[in-house]
């Protein structure tokens, strides 16, 4: 790691505050109404985040680069994967109440343990197995009182689909995370963000056939935030990883429930049910023995490289 990005606080900082700027981004689409359809909300979305993150690349003296790419299918797939996780996830957090939403989202790195097993060929030992089982299980317990409400009809469903919506959105973010990790062998980050970000506008366009809202001013305004909010919160979290090890800031993820719990209350009158509490409770502990595991064996195998002689 070099030397300028030896600053664990700025880095927490950056993160702390990336997850502040995505709840603002997610409050906004939640004040947009849950009439939008999930394309046009992702449209706003990935449009809008174009404007910070060039302007970011601008400043950085990395905008030029930014548009080469050995690997042009790659941004492709990893664009469609990501924006199918994105809608998904948007109509899920439009139709539930924005606690359950968040912690529902929560499911990405347990789904991104086992994905990796699967594709990259990751061991994975007895450990994070046990970690992403009892993760799992929390997921359960705050989706099943929504996924019961699939014969009630009306707002049941709805929020019975919303929560199914958001795991899907997991899912496929953790076959996003996967393409991105083959990616970044070839391709540097502010590429990757950028086509990320402009494929994702690109395919939600595809959308349009099948019917967008005539928004309202307000709709509209709400929408674009989202999407600048978006983009911040992209260079953000980005620029956290440049100060501090993946494993000191990723926990800090998990402030976004307080956030999340307390401006639902606030804005939306949403109150967190007892067993969205215990289930949240389970799956961020899971979470979190994660990254420390993954933290563990990184210390593990430096270890391993620095004992082992050259050329062996």
């Not at 030029?64 to 050995?70: D, K, N, P, S, V």
């Amino acid at each position: 790691m070099a030397a300028d990005a030896l600053n664990p606080l700025r880095g927490i900082l950056l993160k702390v505050t990336s997850v502040m700027v995505f709840v603002l981004m997610q409050t906004c689409i939640k004040s947009a109404g849950p009439d939008i359809p999930a394309g046009q909300i992702t449209f706003y979305r990935s449009a809008f985040a174009i404007v910070p993150i060039v302007l970011y690349l601008a400043v950085q003296g990395e905008l030029r680069g930014a548009f080469y790419t050995q690997s042009p299918f790659g941004h492709f797939k990893r664009g469609v994967l990501g924006i199918t996780s994105m809608a998904f996830g948007f109509y899920g957090l439009v139709h539930l109440p924005m606690p359950d939403a968040i912690a529902l989202g929560y499911s990405l790195p347990l789904i991104a343990v086992i994905l990796a097993a699967i594709f990259l060929g990751e061991t994975v030992r007895i450990y994070r197995w046990t970690a992403v089982f009892v993760g799992l299980i929390g997921v359960v317990i705050i989706s099943w009182p929504k996924l019961s409400m699939f014969d009630d009809g009306g707002m049941g469903s709805a929020q019975a689909i919303g929560a199914l919506s958001v795991i899907i959105s997991s899912m496929m973010a953790g076959f996003a995370l996967i393409q991105t990790r083959q990616l970044v062998r070839t391709e540097r980050t502010p590429t990757i963000v950028f086509y990320f970000s402009l494929s994702g506008a690109v395919l939600s366009l595809l959308s349009l056939p099948f019917g967008w809202e005539e928004l309202t001013t307000s709709e509209t305004f709400f929408l674009i935030c989202a999407g600048i909010c978006g983009g911040v919160g992209q260079i953000l979290v980005t620029e956290s990883y440049r100060y501090a090890d993946v494993s000191t800031v990723a926990p800090f993820e998990y402030t976004s429930i307080l956030l999340g719990i307390a401006i639902a209350y606030t804005l939306f009158g949403d109150v967190p049910t007892f067993t969205m509490l215990v289930g949240t409770s389970i799956t961020v502990s899971a979470g979190i023995f994660i990254i420390y595991r993954e933290h563990q064996l990184g210390l593990e195998r430096k270890a391993a490289r620095r004992a082992s002689p050259p050329g062996a």
